[in-house]
């Protein structure tokens, strides 16, 4: 793994602040950033996914194929991809999913267990690791890895610096 160019360590004491986080991230999110978030079960990530959702005031769209249960499509502000690798076996399975059109760019991506298909994740993407350190509270340690994932990641600090 390449180092990172650019680190944010956003400590949640509760909901709010995660909310807080996913407002700020949605406010700087364009189509075609990936964002890659890793934490065990029940660390926040679909938290996260949702606080991002509402501020870009989205719907989550009927799936019509049980295949695509894994791949949700919201419309708002930005187009989402909201993908869940949890199940699935391999990246293979996952581009035999459709997988090679959710990173094509058209849309931006948020891929819970992001780990799980590493190696097709682009080499500019953010990287969240979520972490539980008590009932409420959770860091989430981030780190961009290209010039783009920087250019977000710099944008969140500055919208959230001053209010944590
Ligand atoms: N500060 C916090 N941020 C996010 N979630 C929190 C926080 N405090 C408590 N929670 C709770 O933690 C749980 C997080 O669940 P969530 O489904 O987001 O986890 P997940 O990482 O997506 O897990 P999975 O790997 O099973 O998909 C929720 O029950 C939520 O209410
Ligand atoms: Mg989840």
Aim: proline fraction near 2%; glycine fraction near 8%; hydrophobic fraction near 45%.
């Amino acid at each position: 793994m390449t180092a990172p160019i650019l680190t944010f360590d956003w400590h949640a004491a509760d909901e709010a602040a995660t909310a807080q986080l996913g407002t700020a991230l949605a406010s700087a999110l364009r189509a075609g950033d990936v964002i890659a978030l890793n934490g065990e079960l029940g660390a926040g990530k679909t938290r996260l996914v949702r606080a991002i959702a509402a501020a870009l005031g989205m719907v989550d769209e009927e799936v019509n194929s049980p295949t695509f249960v894994l791949i949700h499509e919201y419309e708002g502000r930005v187009p989402l991809y909201h993908v869940d690798a949890y199940r699935l076996r391999d990246s293979d399975e996952f581009l035999s999913i459709g997988g090679d059109e959710v990173l094509a760019g058209d849309r931006a991506c948020l891929i819970e267990w992001a780990d799980r298909i590493a190696d097709l994740l682009p080499r500019d993407h953010l990287r969240v690791e979520i972490t539980a350190t008590g009932e409420t509270q959770r860091t989430f340690a981030m780190s961009a890895s290209g010039k783009r994932s920087a250019e977000l990641l710099g944008e969140l600090q500055r919208t959230l610096s001053g209010r944590s």
